[in-house]
């Protein structure tokens, strides 16, 4: 079984700043990437940035300059730095990790619950 879990939501005023952490635990064979995404209400989840283990990062576009993610291997935790918040970034943010589950043999994407990023004056 795997777990993927996120902290560190919460409200902020715009120019703002907030750090997410995700960690995925448990039956991990290999682990590909990790990233974040975002939903708001009647939205597709839109991806934030993501990283692998080897250090491939990717941003979408809105979040570049101001977000930093970052990745510590030794215990599958990913983070979100995110400075200069704006209203804009007000969503609902998941954490997944892509990884094959020892036993499985394949492949996939694994969610978390979700944390609430509010930007608001």
């Known amino acids: 079984q795997v777990n993927v879990v996120e902290s560190g939501g919460g409200l902020v005023q715009p120019g703002g700043s907030l750090r997410l952490s995700c960690a995925a635990s448990g039956s991990i064979q290999k682990l590909y990437e990790m990233g974040w995404y975002r939903q708001t209400p009647g939205n597709q989840r839109d991806m934030v940035a993501t990283?692998?283990?080897?250090?491939?990062?990717r941003y979408d576009d809105p979040v570049k300059g101001r977000f930093t993610i970052s990745m510590d291997k030794a215990v599958n935790t990913v983070y979100l730095q995110m400075n200069n918040l704006k209203t804009e970034d007000t969503a609902v943010y998941y954490c997944t990790a892509d990884l094959i589950e020892y036993g499985l043999g394949a492949r996939n994407d694994y969610w978390g619950q979700g944390t609430q990023v509010t930007v608001s004056s």
């Open positions: 990283i692998t283990p080897g250090g491939t990062i």
